[in-house]
């Protein structure tokens, strides 16, 4: 049993890299929350570039409080009832460092007895930056 | 020990978990490639999307045999060679089953003393997909 719970291991282990590689090849940037605490639980360059922040100074820290205006409990109830609703379009949201406009597509799944959201940000193109772009 | 050993498995459990949701999460098109064998350990349905084929058909099958005119030994070295070019553009090919122009762009990694690439898909935006767009 030992045996196989070590080649078990192996596998996972496997996993780990996979899910680190893939989440820095991803263009989509993406936080991992932990539901029950609101806490950032992992992130990727892409994440830490639109919340400007290192991914060091985000990890660990309430995902709600880089948002302007928002409460936790609300917030994060927000995202896991748009994460169940198809139909809904992406929560918006505006970052609280850079000022950012975004849009945060939401996925809920549970991880080793955990909910966890996936939340997928991207920055909206306001009509200020399409301006600032055009002139 | 075991203990520990089944506590670690908890959490490599997790990645797995993780590294699921993320695949398909991602809007990237993600294909995972076994070097030594040339075969296709994973991908998400965005990828299978763009080779034209449920992700059934495609695990375990041959990489390069789902491009036109490539020979296998050859496709894959391309393929690791541009992995390691940062300043290299994608590798260009043409998908077998719906002949689509595509971009790869491969990263290696070794997971589980296993070399394997990543390789992200993007179809070429070419001439007539555009005019077709247009008109």
């Keep these: 049993a030992q045996l196989a719970l070590e080649k078990d291991y192996e596998t996972h282990r496997d996993y780990e890299t996979r899910y680190r590689v893939i989440m820095e090849a991803a263009r989509d940037a993406l936080v991992l929350v932990d539901v029950t605490t609101g806490r950032i639980m992992d992130l990727n ?13 985000l990890t660990g820290s309430s995902f709600t409080q880089e948002f302007e205006g928002r409460r936790r409990g609300e917030f994060v109830e927000n995202l896991i009832v748009n994460a169940g609703d ?3 379009g992406p ?6 460092r850079g ?3 975004v849009a945060i ?3 809920l799944f549970r991880a080793a007895g955990d909910k966890t959201l996936l939340c997928r940000i991207e920055a909206a193109a306001s009509a ?6 055009v002139s």
């Design 99 to 101: 000022k950012k406009e």
């Design 128 to 133: 200020e930056t399409v301006a600032a772009e």
């Design 45 to 57: 360059t892409a994440a830490s570039q639109i919340l400007g922040a290192d991914a060091e100074t």
């Design 91 to 96: 929560v918006t949201a505006e970052t609280k």
């Design 105 to 107: 597509d939401p996925v």
């Design 86 to 88: 198809e139909g809904s």
